[in-house]
């Protein structure tokens, strides 16, 4: 429908992964050398999302969309053949890896349903849009009064179009919160809960260090 910019909006990870696999070493590496060129400011956390020796999967989802994984997390995400994005999870546990526009509260309930964001949920008081990102850019979309990011997408506009023309849709290609891909991508080996129940505390002393500094449970 021409309503939803969503891009995971029913996906369910059971049914609709189309392919899970893991990379060569090679590959892995030239993942993460992109990842370090577009977002420099992860600086040494690079290696806590991708620790040597670790491996890399790349789960292709839908028909255009392919997530990395490492670690049981899923970290970035690509469509076609464009740069890597910072899932919504990412985002929430390193907030400044994109630029970020506000939309006003009104706008909150539709983006959690998966419309695509008009402008004037941007340029209308509460929301904001300042910058100059370009048509095609990914930013990471917050609320007011919310401290994280509810979703992520892309500019269907650069951002000066959508200050001045104020209609139209302006992101598109999004993830938001309790989307599909939200929801399935709680960590495979939940170490937190394996803490709480007390077990597998071999297995958690094997596991590399900085285990605990990836853990999303209080970022969320």
């Given at each position: 429908?021409n309503?939803?910019?969503?891009?995971?909006?029913?996906?369910?990870?059971?049914?609709?992964?189309?392919?899970h696999?893991?990379?060569?070493?090679?590959?892995?590496?030239?993942?993460?050398k992109?990842?370090?060129?577009l977002?420099?400011?992860?600086?040494?956390?690079?290696?806590?999302?991708?620790?040597?020796?670790?491996?890399?999967?790349?789960?292709?989802?839908?028909?255009?969309?392919?997530?990395?994984?490492?670690?049981?997390?899923?970290?970035?995400?690509?469509?076609?053949?464009g740069?890597?994005?910072p899932?919504?999870?990412?985002?929430?546990?390193y907030?400044?890896?994109?630029?970020?526009?506000?939309?006003?509260?009104?706008?909150?309930?539709?983006?959690?349903?998966?419309?695509?964001?008009?402008?004037?949920?941007l340029t209308?008081?509460?929301?904001?849009?300042?910058g100059?990102?370009?048509?095609?850019?990914?930013?990471?979309?917050?609320?007011?009064?919310?401290?994280?990011a509810?979703?992520?997408?892309k500019?269907?506009?650069?951002a000066?179009?959508?200050?001045?023309?104020?209609k139209?849709?302006a992101?598109d290609?999004?993830?938001?919160?309790?989307?599909?891909?939200?929801?399935?991508?709680?960590?495979?080996?939940?170490t937190?809960?394996?803490?709480?129940?007390?077990?597998k505390?071999?297995?958690?002393?094997?596991?590399?260090?900085?285990?605990?500094?990836?853990?999303?449970?209080?970022?969320?």
């Amino acid at each position: 429908s021409n309503w939803c910019g969503a891009m995971f909006q029913k996906w369910e990870a059971e049914t609709d992964t189309r392919s899970h696999t893991q990379v060569k070493a090679s590959i892995a590496r030239n993942i993460k050398k992109e990842v370090a060129k577009l977002y420099p400011s992860l600086g040494d956390d690079l290696d806590k999302i991708f620790p040597k020796k670790h491996p890399v999967f790349l789960m292709k989802c839908l028909q255009r969309v392919t997530v990395v994984e490492s670690r049981g997390f899923w970290w970035f995400y690509r469509v076609s053949d464009g740069p890597l994005i910072p899932t919504l999870r990412c985002l929430h546990k390193y907030p400044n890896l994109l630029p970020q526009v506000t939309v006003d509260k009104g706008a909150i309930k539709h983006v959690l349903k998966g419309s695509k964001i008009m402008s004037p949920g941007l340029t209308s008081k509460g929301g904001d849009i300042t910058g100059d990102m370009k048509a095609g850019d990914p930013v990471a979309v917050m609320a007011e009064g919310m401290p994280v990011a509810l979703a992520v997408g892309k500019l269907v506009m650069s951002a000066e179009e959508i200050r001045e023309t104020k209609k139209g849709i302006a992101i598109d290609d999004l993830l938001y919160l309790n989307d599909g891909l939200w929801s399935a991508s709680h960590p495979k080996n939940d170490t937190a809960e394996e803490r709480k129940a007390g077990g597998k505390k071999k297995k958690q002393e094997e596991a590399n260090e900085g285990e605990d500094e990836i853990n999303f449970d209080d970022d969320i």
